[in-house]
């Protein structure tokens, strides 16, 4: 049994600092984008966007979306990340 937080079996190790900051740096981009895409939208569809459940309804299928897509893939589905060491 792996240790809890540890390296997954596939990778062999964790993701460092790096992987963490462009993680970061992308979704704070990608939150900072749709902000500037919604304030262009016609008033109609800010409305649609602020007074509906609609960022609810998207992350719900968002996250349902991954987590079949993570039930399906078994041990033998995971990412090569190149020859073993």
């Not at 919604?38 to 960022?55: G, I, N």
């Not at 998207?58 to 979306?65: E, H």
């Amino acid at each position: 049994m792996r240790e809890l937080g540890g390296p997954g079996p596939a990778s062999g190790r964790t993701p460092g600092w790096r992987e963490v900051a462009v993680v970061g740096v992308v979704v704070v981009g990608s939150v900072l984008g749709l902000a500037v895409l919604t304030s262009v939208l016609p008033v109609e569809l800010q409305d649609v966007v602020f007074r509906t459940p609609l960022a609810i309804a998207l992350l719900v299928v968002g996250t349902v979306g991954l987590l079949a897509r993570l039930a399906r893939r078994g041990p033998d589905d995971a990412p090569d990340d190149g020859p073993e060491a």
